[in-house]
C-alpha cells in the first residue's frame, strides 16, 4: 500500500508539471489575441469618451458642422450619407450581437 501511495504522489506531480507546460503553452499561443483585444478595448474606449464629449459639448459639434455646410457642402452630404449607413450598420449588427447574447442590449 505505501508503494501506491509513492506511485500516486509521483503520478500526481507529473501531472502537476504537465498542466504547468500546458499553460504556458496556452498562454503563448494566446498572446495575439490577448494583444488585439487590449487594441480593441482601447479602440472602444476612446470612442466611448468622443461620444461622452459630443453629448456634453453640443454647440462645438453644431459650430463645426455648420461651417463644414458654408464651406463644402457637396463634401458634408457625402459624409453624412457614409456616416448614416456605418450608423445603420452598427446598429444591426448590436441587434444581432444582442439577438445572440454577445452584448447587453441597450438602446
Known sequence: MNQELIDLAIERGRLIERISSQRQLLGQQLQPIGDTLHATDRVV?????????????????????????VLHPRRVWRWTTRGLFVWRTWRMLHRQMADLGLVPDRP
Open 45 to 69: 474606449a476612446t470612442v466611448r469618451s468622443g461620444c461622452l464629449y459630443v453629448r456634453q459639448h453640443p454647440h462645438v459639434v453644431t459650430a463645426a458642422v455648420a461651417v463644414l455646410v
